[in-house]
């Protein structure tokens, strides 16, 4: 949008400094009108007139023709806030290379959304039919304060998770950090149930095999929506293979305990989604927007890991982790 603006004003500049040369040239033919001798130094004095014009003219127009590429100079460069347009979205910053429209293009590779709408509808229907009732019902008669519990428990139980994938990243200060954070939260916060680590401010970040596969340079993957999984890339498939051997959850033994805590997982889950059901309900095409805030959010969370600068607190994941979803335990 800067380099149009830019282009438009060069265009006007360029418009404004051609009709500034038209008046000299115009003025011309009034030299050749004959005058009494008494009125020939007015005409000479009115015919000279117009040169000093179109100098200040052409001095006008090539003033504004500086400022014009001075002003496309400074648009070229990145603000701090296209800088984190940049982290968000994964692709250059806004007027750094004038490609932010293929960046976003190339950010959403969906050469399968035939397939993935298909999917999309049976998972809808999975979640209209089971899981919104179930979150609804949980919501209304679990308190608040018991829910809020739930969900730190299943945040600590991933820390280990985190700590892995932080270690093989290279982030061993993340890592220190996580264990901190694991270790303060399943003693003083009985199990994890509370999160004193919080407010102790130590961060809280959540990592997966995914990410570390996106760190090591799998950059670009083509997006694919599992059944139930939801929404993942390629990489993110392969991720999961990578996840499960290191899910605490999943190492439990006695099914019912695992598979009952892996169903309060997933209701919880779905319960922290209810504040978007409105956006994606009134939604034009709800799959594309599920599609792309997804896409955006996982290029967020792998910039972010590469660039490694910052220490705010990440937010829960927005897909079903490994650990949620009753599954065999392959590694038996």
């Not at 399968?112 to 089971?130: I, L, S």
């Not at 997966?208 to 390629?234: H, N």
Request: with cysteine.
């Amino acid at each position: 949008m800067k380099l149009f603006r830019t282009l438009l004003l060069l265009l006007v500049v360029a418009l404004l400094a051609a009709c500034a040369g038209k008046p000299a040239r115009d003025a011309m033919p009034a030299t050749t009108l004959v005058a009494p001798a008494a009125t020939e130094p007015a005409a000479d004095t009115a015919a000279a007139a117009p040169a000093p014009m179109q100098d200040t003219a052409s001095n006008s127009g090539a003033t504004q023709q500086d400022n014009a590429a001075a002003g496309a100079s400074d648009a070229t460069a990145p603000t701090g806030a296209e800088d984190d347009f940049a982290a968000l979205y994964g692709g250059p910053a806004p007027g750094s290379e004038g490609q932010n429209g293929a960046a976003a293009a190339s950010m959403t590779y969906d050469p399968w959304e035939k397939y993935n709408r298909g999917v999309h509808r049976f998972n809808n229907a999975v979640d209209r039919t089971v899981a919104r009732p179930l979150a609804t019902a949980y919501v209304n008669v679990v308190p608040q304060f018991a829910r809020t519990g739930v969900s730190n428990f299943f945040s600590n139980l991933r820390s280990p998770l985190t700590m892995v994938n932080q270690v093989l990243q290279g982030h061993a200060d993340d890592a220190w950090d996580t264990l901190g954070r694991f270790l303060m939260n399943s003693t003083f916060g009985i199990g994890g149930l509370f999160d004193p680590a919080s407010k102790a401010m130590v961060p809280k970040r959540s990592e997966d095999f995914g990410q570390t596969l996106g760190a090591w340079g799998w950059r670009g993957s083509r997006y694919v929506e599992l059944p139930f999984f939801g929404p993942r890339t390629v990489r993110d498939v392969f991720g999961l293979a990578g996840d499960i051997p290191l899910s605490p959850m999943r190492q439990i033994e006695m099914d019912k305990v695992r598979i009952g805590l892996q169903g309060l997982q997933l209701v919880d889950m779905r319960a922290q989604l209810m504040a978007v059901d409105s956006l994606r309900d009134t939604a034009v095409d709800e799959y594309a927007l599920t599609r792309d805030a997804w896409l955006q959010r996982r290029t967020y969370q792998i910039e972010k890991d590469l660039r490694h600068g910052g220490k705010r607190d990440d937010d829960d994941q927005p897909t079903i982790p490994v650990d949620a979803m009753p599954m065999p335990n392959w590694g038996d």
